[in-house]
């Protein structure tokens, strides 16, 4: 699992951010950055969520507990497919109800 200070650098680095643009956006110098990725530094949550701020990402990406977009991706194709089948089902309980109802009748 990585690091909170990995989990920076990588957001930081796709989103094409220099250490320098953003230790001026954080007011900090470029060593405390270059610190805090590299895990020298552990950075507090108000500061991790300064930072989550500036690369306009949710925090919990930061903190390593939300999935990424390609996982967010799978999820929603999941979830799509369970709404399929949860409309099937209830197709299909409709079907039975109307089948129940026929043979009481008779």
Not at 9 to 37: C, F, H, M, N, Y
Not at 71 to 95: P, S, T, W, Y
Request: proline share 2%.
């Amino acid at each position: 699992m990585k690091t909170v200070g990995q989990l920076i650098r990588d957001t930081r680095t796709e989103r094409k951010i220099t250490q320098a643009e953003l230790a001026k956006r954080l007011g900090v110098s470029i060593p405390a950055i270059s610190k805090i990725e590299s895990g020298v530094t552990d950075v507090n949550l108000s500061r991790v969520h300064q930072i989550a701020e500036v690369l306009e990402i949710d925090v919990l990406i930061l903190l390593g507990s939300q999935p990424k977009n390609s996982d967010n991706d799978a999820i929603l194709v999941a979830q799509k497919q369970l709404a399929i089948r949860d409309e099937e089902i209830v197709m299909l309980h409709r079907k039975v109800t109307h089948l129940y109802e026929e043979l009481n009748k008779k």
